[in-house]
């Protein structure tokens, strides 16, 4: 049972114009949610978080929005940059266990910026 | 500042074999956690360490397990590999593990079973 979804596996996108990566989840106890990026034979890299008490955060070229009645999340990065071509991972948290979590991933999405 | 530290990087073992990977943490990190990544399953959570005790388990067999030394590095093992435990293996810290503070990974190990 995939918790968290990404249903895009791929998206190109040209230099310059938005990308949206999306995200759904099914389980209502998530309410911490992160980006990350990944370059191939490197680990993750964090990006961006939102809680769920927000419905949008900002920092710099990347926005994420969440809509917790609709369980889905969006990852907008203006403008793209063909240095943003990567996989992204959106991952969730429900705080099981007092104050340490573990994340569950979807399975990531490959974004190309073309020049 | 040096980031997640991951050894070795790249390993190959052969079925019934044990193998023990290293994660050393950001410095000041306590939080470790493992996660295991695959083509099929994508990354999945192992297990977490804060203060050499493990805090939480993934939905994995006895045959993985882990510990923490008392400087935060932190060990992975697993048992009697099988060909389905090829994977990257990455490890990820944070300062305390609370939510709200970011996970920081290390590049992984590439484990591949023959």
């Known amino acids: 049972d995939q918790q968290v979804k990404q249903n895009s596996p791929s998206l190109s996108v040209q230099e310059g114009r938005i990308s949206i990566l999306n995200c759904d989840y099914t389980?209502?106890?998530?309410?911490?949610f992160l980006w990350y990026k990944k370059y191939p034979a490197e680990g993750p890299t964090f990006l961006i978080s939102?809680?769920?008490?927000?419905d949008k955060n900002e920092d710099g070229r990347f926005t994420v929005f969440l809509n917790k009645s609709a369980k889905h999340l969006s990852l907008h990065i203006v403008p793209s940059q063909p240095g943003d071509s990567a996989v992204y991972f959106c991952?969730?948290?429900?705080?099981?266990?007092?104050?340490?979590?573990?994340?569950?991933f979807g399975k990531g999405t490959l974004l190309t910026v073309n020049p | 500042k040096a980031g997640v530290t991951q050894t070795p990087r790249y390993l190959i073992k052969t079925r019934g074999q044990q193998v023990t990977l290293s994660c050393s943490p950001i410095?000041?990190?306590?939080?470790v956690s493992w996660y295991q990544q695959t083509p099929g399953q994508g990354l999945q959570f192992l297990f977490e360490?804060?203060?050499?005790?493990?805090?939480n388990k993934g939905n994995f067999p006895g045959r993985f397990s882990g510990r923490q030394f008392s400087n935060s590095r932190s060990e992975m093992n697993v048992s009697t590999l099988e060909l389905g435990d090829s994977a990257l293996y990455l490890c990820?810290?944070?300062?305390?593990?609370?939510?709200?503070?970011?996970?920081?990974f290390g590049d992984g190990t590439r484990l591949s079973i023959l």
């Open positions: 990820a810290s944070s300062l305390t593990g609370d939510r709200g503070q970011p996970q920081h």
């Open positions: 389980n209502s106890m998530f309410d911490y």
């Open positions: 939102i809680s769920s008490i927000k």
């Open positions: 991952a969730a948290s429900d705080g099981s266990g007092g104050s340490n979590y573990k994340l569950t």
């Open positions: 410095s000041g990190h306590r939080s």
């Open positions: 360490y804060f203060s050499e005790t493990q805090r």
